[in-house]
């Protein structure tokens, strides 16, 4: 066989052995890419996305469409050829495996805590889009969860609204923690608790819970890796009491990004007009109660998705505008919000034609 020829074959040989191990030799990668982006002003799945009753709601146009991220499963095996497309590919991004499952975690314990995330971030669009109206809006501090095995199980419930601890009157979920640690593991602790049943019996019935119950639990030793300290096993958290039924339908999303959109989304169901003056606007950010917008993962990918869709303009938390900027699809804007007030004021802006006085996200 001339040298020729054998070398060529001996280079087609060693490309397809290379060929082959990339597709079979696994790589500690995930993919991201752009997910469904979904109008909160509008229907999915034949039904409205925001369904409101027990108050006069407004006809409105145009789009606030909130964005996904779409992410291989926790248990998905990413191979060497994929990982080298995913990085030459423009839209989407690969991204180390812990990045996305931290410590291990697998698909059921993302699931759990993503759907965790977005039903919180429901409750706090809707009261930081109630509290922009002035609409008041009754909140209450309650046990989120209860950790199995821990002092409080059997005594403490997830929903049990917690009035005080210790005597002193609780008022914000932190207060409870910091109330528990004044002890030492071993000592115990009171909980003046109205317990789950007859707070949501109360709601039913558009009445204020009144009878309360004293639980004393017995604290005992953190076993995380942060400074030793008395617990009694539960996290609390927020509920709260809407004067009108606000329901978001949106099956098979996650997490808490799609706070700011759904805020603005009700508030432009509950006055009037139209918040865009019938442009095309999408956006990501969470939300608490007080209306501040926070960062969010995968912001290159939701800005590709939002153009993809027809996005114009799309609200950006300022902590990811210079990400964001970095990589801009043409003709999309991005609006830089701190707050629900920075995003109604850019709408504003928007809708009197006032695009140069937009607060616009510039790459650093």
Same mark, same amino acid.
């Not at 609409?135 to 419930?157: E, F, M, N, R």
């Not at 789950?196 to 030793?221: F, G, S, V």
């Not at 902590?319 to 900027?325: G, L, P, Q, R, T």
């Given at each position: 066989?001339?040298?020729?020829?054998?070398?060529?074959?001996?280079?087609?040989?060693?490309?397809?052995? +290379?060929?082959?191990?990339?597709?079979?030799?696994?790589?500690?990668?995930?993919?991201?890419?752009?997910?469904?982006?979904?109008?909160?002003?509008?229907?999915?799945?034949?039904?409205?996305?925001?369904?409101?009753?027990?108050?006069? %709601?407004?006809?409105?146009?145009?789009?606030?469409?909130?964005?996904?991220?779409?992410?291989?499963?926790?248990?998905?095996?990413?191979?060497?050829?994929?990982?080298?497309?995913?990085?030459?590919?423009?839209?989407?991004?690969?991204?180390?495996?812990?990045?996305?499952?931290?410590?291990?975690?697998?698909?059921?314990?993302?699931?759990?805590?993503?759907?965790?995330?977005?039903?919180?971030?429901?409750?706090?669009?809707?009261?930081?889009?109630?509290?922009?109206?002035?609409?008041?809006?009754?909140?209450?501090?309650?046990?989120?969860?209860?950790?199995?095995?821990?002092?409080?199980?059997?005594?403490?419930?997830?929903?049990?609204?917690?009035?005080?601890?210790?005597?002193?009157?609780?008022?914000?979920?932190?207060?409870?923690?910091?109330?528990?640690?004044?002890?030492?593991?071993?000592?115990?602790?009171?909980?003046?608790?109205?317990?789950?049943?007859?707070?949501?019996?109360?709601?039913?019935?558009?009445?204020?819970?009144?009878?309360?119950?004293?639980?004393?639990?017995?604290? %005992?030793?953190?076993?995380?890796?942060?400074?030793?300290?008395? *617990?009694?096993?539960?996290?609390?958290?927020?509920?709260?009491?809407?004067?009108?039924? *606000?329901? *978001?339908?949106?099956?098979?999303?996650?997490?808490?990004?799609?706070?700011?959109?759904?805020?603005?989304?009700?508030?432009?169901?509950? &006055?009037?007009?139209? +918040?865009?003056?019938?442009?095309?606007?999408?956006?990501?950010?969470?939300?608490?109660?007080?209306? =501040?917008?926070?960062?969010?993962?995968? *912001?290159?990918?939701?800005?590709?998705?939002?153009?993809?869709?027809?996005?114009?303009?799309?609200? &950006?938390?300022?902590?990811?505008?210079?990400?964001?900027?970095?990589?801009?699809?043409?003709?999309?804007?991005?609006?830089?919000?701190?707050?629900?007030?920075?995003?109604?004021?850019?709408?504003?802006?928007?809708?009197?034609? =006032?695009?140069?006085?937009?607060?616009?996200?510039?790459?650093?």
């Amino acid at each position: 066989m001339p040298r020729r020829t054998a070398t060529m074959l001996a280079s087609t040989l060693m490309l397809i052995a +290379l060929l082959c191990a990339g597709v079979f030799i696994p790589v500690p990668y995930s993919e991201m890419s752009p997910g469904p982006t979904v109008n909160t002003l509008g229907n999915h799945d034949g039904e409205p996305v925001l369904q409101i009753s027990g108050r006069k %709601t407004y006809p409105t146009s145009g789009n606030l469409n909130m964005t996904t991220v779409r992410v291989t499963s926790a248990d998905y095996r990413m191979n060497l050829v994929e990982a080298v497309y995913g990085w030459l590919a423009h839209d989407s991004k690969v991204v180390p495996h812990d990045t996305l499952y931290p410590d291990g975690k697998t698909e059921e314990q993302s699931t759990q805590e993503n759907a965790e995330e977005f039903s919180q971030s429901q409750e706090s669009a809707k009261v930081a889009a109630l509290k922009e109206l002035h609409i008041p809006v009754k909140t209450w501090v309650i046990v989120s969860t209860v950790v199995k095995g821990s002092p409080a199980q059997g005594k403490l419930h997830a929903g049990d609204v917690v009035k005080a601890v210790d005597g002193t009157v609780v008022k914000q979920p932190e207060d409870v923690a910091k109330l528990v640690t004044k002890h030492t593991p071993g000592q115990d602790v009171v909980f003046t608790v109205v317990p789950a049943k007859e707070q949501a019996a109360a709601e039913k019935q558009n009445k204020t819970a009144t009878r309360t119950q004293k639980i004393k639990i017995t604290t %005992t030793t953190s076993d995380d890796k942060g400074e030793k300290r008395a *617990i009694v096993g539960i996290s609390a958290g927020t509920d709260h009491t809407f004067p009108f039924s *606000i329901d *978001i339908k949106l099956a098979d999303v996650g997490g808490p990004s799609a706070g700011l959109m759904f805020s603005l989304g009700l508030y432009d169901r509950l &006055t009037p007009g139209s +918040l865009t003056g019938g442009k095309f606007v999408a956006g990501t950010g969470t939300i608490d109660d007080d209306g =501040k917008v926070g960062p969010i993962g995968g *912001i290159q990918m939701k800005t590709v998705g939002a153009r993809n869709k027809g996005a114009q303009y799309f609200l &950006t938390p300022a902590d990811n505008c210079s990400a964001a900027a970095k990589d801009t699809p043409g003709g999309l804007t991005l609006i830089k919000v701190n707050t629900i007030d920075d995003a109604l004021g850019a709408l504003k802006d928007l809708r009197a034609g =006032k695009t140069s006085d937009l607060p616009k996200c510039t790459a650093k």
